[in-house]
């Protein structure tokens, strides 16, 4: 699904250049629960928007689903993202004016899908994740958690091949948090490769393999069978 | 792209944004609204000018003579200069520039007009067929001089409306004789000036020939008034007058810049003049208006710019779940031509509603008298200039929408989503 080889990327300010992602491979099988773990610096928010093709690279290779990313112009980027991508933030970033269902149907607007049946699939996945009450709703009548199911049921929407979640429980309590990692569980259930970014080991702790950037390469692995381990070092920390 | 959506989209920010989307509005409807009442006085005043040059057709000519007042080969100042009908066959001839000829002989000044017991004193214009449209002359009942009449010296007059008054007071005078000195002219028209040089009501009409066989004219002739051919310039008008005195000059041996030994002149160069004065006039009204358009489109793409940095989050939004460049610089677009064009419209229409306004106005004085000395007529915008001025406002909404649209489509997402 995702095949990284040697990948770099420097951001350049100036005179100064910051060499963030220093040849780093990475290699995510379809069907992964996957987290990402990192301190500040580590280049884990890069790699994201790497990975979203929200940024390009400058040197190495990135195959999504066997298709070279490589100097793709905006608009391309655009289609690319629409229909393999789905993206949950921290921030949700829900659009203020628009109500639940119209926010879940945008994705299909911009895949020229007429209004009245993306509405229709839109309340399907609202339905699904028993929002379907809150449909005509702006974001801002709604609780976090109900905020982030809505953005993810917009993750979903255009059948993408990977989630893309940039800390999705960071403004949220416990309990919710536990309530959206269920979520992406059973949607990574249906076989979406879901990609979470997150510094909360609880909730790392809760996908299958656990990938540790440290100083712009991957630190460490720890999959399933490991993760029993994982969490008893943890708390040894 | 033109679906529903992307209204919805743009409907749903302006609003959000109701006082601004109207204060911006509001600054391109006054631009277009002075615009169209600048347009329209400009038009008014034009049209006040041209009515009065509508007595008479605007490429009409007079000449008279005098007496020569330098020496000219070998011959005296102080010698008279007399037309005669050589000349009329001159100008009608060999003249190229020069179209319609009248010539014109003066009856004696106290010759007086007679029907049964009234009497009067009135202007005799004696004249060929062709004065009627050069002077425009309009004609109430029966009919004008015709070249029968001239070709046959019949004894024949129209009168002026005035005349009629006074020699016919309520009786129809077509058909009645009329004595003008001693001899007896049978009345075949009569003539009513509209609203200005009301003075030619009392002016009668008989025919050249007759006037100058009855009056012993010999083959006199006082004056010419004649058209020339349309031109577009005060210089060739200029020209036209310097190649008739010319040849007149050669034909009666004076000097042709001799202003008293030949007099003329000519209409066209006044015309021309006028209109150009108006044709500046016009165009400063348009320079000054759209200065004030550009001054409201500024505005648009203030307010735009603005809009797009307080939604660059929402633009990274849209663009992260595959809105592409094109999608986003269309909604920014669409919105600066929506507003600019129902914005311009509001002023269009009520700027030429306000000029229709004073139109009607100004017809209802004219109409209810007193209107006669009116230099503002028909201060309206004309259907084409509104089009124009339609277009304008589409591309400029177009122009005020296009660098906020680019700054729109080169929002990163990753930019637009960092900032909390």
């Not at chain 1, 109500?99 to 339905?127: C, G, H």
């Not at chain 2, 109701?18 to 615009?35: D, E, N, P, Q």
């Not at chain 2, 019949?154 to 004595?179: C, N, W």
Request: net charge neutral; aromatic share 8%; glycine share 8%.
């Amino acid at each position: 699904m995702i095949s990284i080889q040697n990948l770099h990327k420097s951001y350049v300010t100036g005179n100064n250049s910051l060499h963030v992602l220093k040849g780093l491979n990475l290699e995510i099988a379809e069907g992964e629960f996957v987290s990402i773990m990192g301190s500040s610096g580590s280049g884990k928010s890069t790699l994201l928007n790497i990975l979203g093709v929200l940024d390009d690279y400058d040197k190495g290779n990135y195959y999504l689903s066997g298709k070279k990313i490589w100097g793709l112009n905006e608009t391309q980027a655009a289609i690319t993202r629409n229909a393999m991508i789905g993206f949950i933030f921290q921030s949700f970033n829900l659009i203020s004016f628009k109500n639940a269902m119209e926010n879940v149907a945008l994705p299909l607007y911009y895949q020229k899908v007429n209004r009245k049946k993306r509405n229709l699939i839109a309340m399907e996945y609202l339905d699904r994740l028993g929002l379907k009450d809150w449909a005509h709703h702006l974001p801002s009548e709604m609780s976090g958690g109900q905020k982030q199911r809505v953005a993810i049921a917009r993750a979903l929407i255009s059948n993408p091949k990977i989630i893309l979640a940039d800390e999705p429980t960071g403004a949220l309590d416990s309990q919710t948090s536990l309530e959206v990692m269920d979520i992406l569980k059973e949607v990574n259930d249906q076989g979406i490769t879901v990609i979470i970014v997150t510094h909360e080991h609880d909730i790392a702790a809760l996908t299958r393999k656990i990938i540790r950037l440290k100083d712009g390469v991957i630190g460490e692995i720890i999959t399933n069978g490991d993760l029993q381990n994982y969490r008893d070092r943890l708390k040894q920390e | 792209m033109f679906d529903v959506d992307i209204w919805q989209e743009i409907f749903s920010t302006i609003k959000k944004n109701k006082l601004r989307t109207f204060l911006t509005g509001f600054s391109v409807a006054w631009g277009i609204f002075m615009l169209m009442v600048l347009l329209g006085s400009g038009n008014g005043l034009s049209n006040g000018v041209k009515v009065q040059f509508a007595e008479n057709a605007v490429n009409v000519m007079w000449m008279w003579t005098g007496e020569t007042s330098v020496p000219y080969n070998g011959l005296k100042e102080g010698r008279e200069v007399k037309f005669n009908n050589q000349d009329y066959d001159f100008l009608t001839t060999k003249s190229k520039d020069i179209e319609k000829v009248s010539s014109r002989y003066y009856l004696p000044n106290d010759i007086l007009y007679a029907y049964g017991k009234e009497y009067g004193s009135f202007e005799t214009s004696t004249c060929y067929p062709s004065l009627k449209e050069m002077e425009n002359i309009n004609i109430k009942t029966g009919r004008f001089i015709n070249d029968m009449d001239l070709r046959e010296f019949r004894k024949v007059v129209v009168i002026g409306d005035e005349i009629r008054k006074a020699l016919f007071k309520e009786e129809d005078p077509i058909g009645k004789y009329i004595k003008i000195g001693d001899v007896p002219f049978n009345v075949i028209g009569v003539s009513e000036a509209k609203r200005r040089n009301q003075d030619n009501n009392r002016s009668a009409y008989i025919p050249f020939t007759t006037a100058q066989r009855i009056f012993n004219g010999g083959d006199r002739v006082h004056t010419f008034t004649v058209t020339s051919k349309m031109v577009q310039t005060t210089e060739e008008a200029e020209a036209i007058t310097e190649k008739v005195r010319q040849d007149m000059s050669k034909r009666h041996n004076f000097d042709p810049a001799d202003k008293r030994a030949m007099g003329s002149f000519n209409m066209l160069t006044e015309y021309i003049r006028t209109m150009k004065i108006f044709q500046a006039i016009n165009l400063f009204v348009w320079i000054i208006g759209i200065g004030t358009l550009i001054a409201g489109i500024v505005g648009v793409s203030n307010i735009m710019l603005i809009l797009v940095k307080e939604r660059t989050k929402e633009i990274g939004i849209r663009k992260a779940i595959g809105a592409t460049p094109f999608s986003v610089v269309s909604l920014v677009l669409l919105e600066s031509v929506l507003i600019t064009t129902v914005a311009g419209y509001i002023g269009l229409v009520m700027g030429v509603g306000l000029m229709e306004l004073v139109n009607f106005g100004l017809e209802q004085a004219a109409a209810a008298g007193g209107g006669d000395n009116v230099f503002f007529k028909n201060p309206t915008v004309d259907f084409g200039t509104a089009v124009s001025a339609t277009l304008i406002l589409i591309l400029s909404g177009a122009l005020a929408g296009y660098l906020p649209s680019r700054k729109a489509a080169n929002v990163t997402p990753i930019e637009a989503l960092r900032d909390e």
